[in-house]
Every structure is written in C-alpha cells, then in structure tokens.
T-cell receptor
C-alpha cells in the first residue's frame, strides 16, 4: 500500500531556531493534510494542501506541496516552546478517501 | 458536546479478557476512523466507516479486533482475548466522507493489558 516517509524522526532545536520536517512519497499524491499532536494530546488539524506547488502560511508556519505532488514540507520560523509536539503529514491513500499518516516528526524546543 | 468523545479514557485489563472501547463522533459526520498509537509511535490505521458503505477493515491487525457503527453514529471497537501487545492509545476520529475534510480526533482510550 501507499506509504510516506517523514524525516527527520526527531529534532531538537534551541528556541528561536528554524525547523523543517519533510514528507516524501514515491507516488503522486492527490492532497495532503498536516496535523500536530502535543505531548499527551491528540492530533489536531493544521492545514490541507491540494494544488501542485501550493504554499500556505499560518503565522510562523509555512506549508509547501511539491510541484510533482510527491513531497510536502512544514517549516517553522523562530521556534517557540509552544511548538513542541509531533507533526504528522497525512496524504490521501490512493483514491480510498482515507488518510495515511506518516510516522511523524517530534520537535523538542530548548528555552 | 461539540467534539468527539471516547470512553473510557483509561482501561486496564488482564490478558485474555475482552474489552470494548466507545467513540461518539461529531453529530452529522458521515465518516469515522479508528487508529492505534503505541508509545512514541505514529498512527496505525485500524478501520474506516464511510456512510452506509461496507467498512474498510484493512488495518485490523487480527481477527481478535472488530468494530461496528450503529445507526451511523456511535462506534464500538472490540478487542477479544487481549494480549500485552494490544496496549496502546486507541484514537477515534470523525469527519465528512472523503479525504478533503479535516479529521477531528477524540482524546483517546489508553488501554493497558497486564
């Protein structure tokens, strides 16, 4: 079945540094969602990308969908301790109508 | 209530016992998912209910796992003859049909099999 590779698995940064997580697929994706899970919490929706080359911003977060729609990234500028958590990408699995979650990138931010 | 609710929040059971986990989705949502998350791991898809269609059970790890959704609303995940490797957080999410809608997750049920 379709799978996505999310890298890195873990990232430790100093507060104020930037952070990027990547989501890569061997097949073309129709759309992709991103979720954030705080420690001890449940995943919460962040954004959805649908168009080739799409870029969306939410304050310090920038989401990109690759031109070939095979990869996506989430970039956080000037991290804060509130950014701590695990970030999951979740593309649609084929035309199944269901999402396939990546393994996630866990971000730790040192104050 | 506006969100997805799950019960119980915590369940400790002995190996070999059966357990039932409940999910109350957001009213009007036509799709419901069950996921399993082991400590420090990603989300493992278990089962997907979509409207009146037959559920997608492709993620159920063994025939000890089953789920049903009654009246297109409440869902129950049943694990028979629990094993220690079943220990995990079981998350339910509801949404509208299709992958273009965000999923709303419940707080999860933490299952511990001793």
């Amino acid at each position: 079945g379709q799978q996505v590779m999310q890298i890195p698995q873990y990232q430790h940064v100093q507060e104020g540094e930037d952070f990027t997580t990547y989501c890569n697929s061997s097949t073309t994706l129709s759309n992709i969602q991103w979720y954030k899970q705080r420690p001890g919490g449940h995943p919460v929706f962040l954004i959805q990308l649908v168009k080739s080359g799409e870029v969306k911003k939410q304050k310090r977060l920038t989401f990109q969908f690759g031109e070939a729609k095979k990869n996506s990234s989430l970039h956080i500028t000037a991290t804060q301790t509130t950014d701590v958590g695990t970030y999951f990408c979740a593309p649609e699995g084929g035309n199944t109508g269901k999402l396939i979650f990546g393994q996630g990138t866990t971000l730790q931010v040192k104050p | 209530g506006a969100g997805v609710s799950q019960s119980p929040s915590n369940k400790v059971t002995e190996k070999g016992k059966d357990v039932e986990l409940r999910c109350d989705p957001i009213s009007g949502h036509t799709a419901l998912y069950w996921y399993r998350q082991s400590l420090g791991q990603g989300l493992e898809f278990l089962i997907y209910f979509q409207g009146n269609s037959a559920p997608d059970k492709s993620g159920l790890p063994s025939d000890r796992f089953s789920a049903e959704r009654t009246g297109g609303s409440v869902s129950t995940l049943t694990i028979q003859r629990t094993q220690q490797e079943d220990s995990a957080v079981y998350l339910c999410a509801s949404t509208f049909t299709g992958a273009l809608y965000e999923q709303y997750f419940g707080p999860g049920t933490r299952l511990t099999v001793t």
